[in-house]
């Protein structure tokens, strides 16, 4: 499947951004921009069922094959993806083989139980009338502007890539290796990355982080210093 694709023009290097559920490519509203000015040209997709991209049936499979589908042979230089947008980017990095990865608390393991809760708790969220909901599940750290894109991109999404994602048996999309750079960075607390789970994630080539303080979207929550992290990981990858 052809994804709609977020565009921002930049030099002859490229990445590839890639959000999670319940938003679309405009939450990298921040961080295209800023990638571009540093050289690239970046490609921002809005995954199935979310933004503008086509409805269809969901799996973790299916919105990777989707993001092969859309870029193609395009090199990429740099992929980023957050929690959905992780998972599927590292099942679909064997195909695009980015020459560096980085994945912001990404959704790569849950559990039976987990999985059951997080799609009650999901499709409650749909059951809101007010972006005051929203902030009182988010918390106070993300910006006025990036709450509001939230709002906006809740309702655009088709309701049934919840449970495309949270089928209630669980999964495990972790990747077995790390044949390019590849770094994550986990949410204090993060019901994704967990200590144990960071642990077999190093073991198999991958550099792990735990941001402190940060919620599951701190590229939202302190731009600036995720920025600060991202250039650093940039000039040493």
């Given at each position: 499947?052809?994804?709609?694709v977020?565009?921002w023009?930049?030099?002859?290097?490229?990445a590839?951004?890639?959000?999670?559920?319940?938003s679309?490519?405009a939450?990298?509203?921040?961080l295209?921009p800023?990638l571009?000015?540093?050289?690239?040209t970046?490609?921002?997709?809005?995954?199935?069922?979310?933004?503008?991209?086509?409805?269809?049936?969901?799996?973790?499979?299916?919105?990777?094959?989707?993001?092969?589908?859309?870029?193609?042979?395009?090199?990429?230089d740099?992929?980023?993806g957050?929690?959905?947008?992780?998972?599927?980017?590292?099942?679909?990095?064997?195909?695009?083989?980015?020459s560096?990865?980085?994945?912001?608390?990404?959704?790569?393991?849950?559990?039976?139980?987990q999985?059951?809760?997080?799609r009650g708790?999901?499709?409650?969220?749909?059951?809101?009338?007010?972006?005051?909901?929203?902030?009182?599940r988010?918390?106070?750290?993300?910006p006025?502007?990036?709450?509001?894109?939230r709002?906006?991109?809740?309702?655009?999404?088709d309701?049934?890539?919840?449970?495309?994602?949270?089928?209630?048996?669980?999964?495990?999309?972790?990747?077995?290796?790390a044949?390019?750079?590849?770094?994550?960075?986990?949410?204090e607390?993060s019901?994704?990355?967990?200590?144990?789970?960071?642990?077999?994630?190093?073991?198999?080539?991958?550099?792990?982080?735990?941001?402190?303080?940060s919620?599951?979207?701190?590229?939202?929550?302190?731009f600036?210093?995720?920025?600060?992290r991202?250039d650093e990981?940039r000039?040493?990858?």
């Amino acid at each position: 499947m052809d994804l709609t694709v977020r565009r921002w023009a930049g030099g002859n290097r490229t990445a590839l951004l890639v959000h999670g559920l319940f938003s679309d490519s405009a939450s990298w509203h921040r961080l295209g921009p800023a990638l571009a000015d540093r050289g690239y040209t970046v490609l921002a997709p809005d995954l199935r069922g979310h933004g503008a991209s086509p409805r269809s049936r969901y799996s973790p499979t299916d919105w990777a094959l989707d993001l092969v589908d859309t870029v193609g042979d395009t090199k990429i230089d740099l992929a980023v993806g957050h929690s959905l947008g992780g998972l599927a980017l590292a099942i679909a990095a064997h195909a695009l083989r980015p020459s560096s990865a980085v994945y912001l608390d990404p959704a790569w393991r849950m559990t039976a139980e987990q999985d059951v809760r997080s799609r009650g708790e999901w499709t409650a969220w749909l059951e809101w009338t007010e972006p005051a909901q929203l902030r009182e599940r988010l918390g106070g750290r993300w910006p006025e502007a990036d709450l509001a894109l939230r709002w906006e991109s809740l309702w655009r999404m088709d309701p049934a890539a919840i449970p495309g994602l949270a089928t209630g048996v669980g999964y495990d999309h972790s990747p077995e290796s790390a044949p390019w750079p590849s770094l994550v960075l986990g949410a204090e607390g993060s019901e994704y990355i967990t200590p144990v789970h960071a642990g077999e994630l190093r073991a198999r080539g991958l550099a792990v982080e735990t941001v402190p303080g940060s919620g599951h979207s701190w590229f939202r929550e302190d731009f600036t210093a995720f920025l600060a992290r991202l250039d650093e990981w940039r000039a040493a990858s």
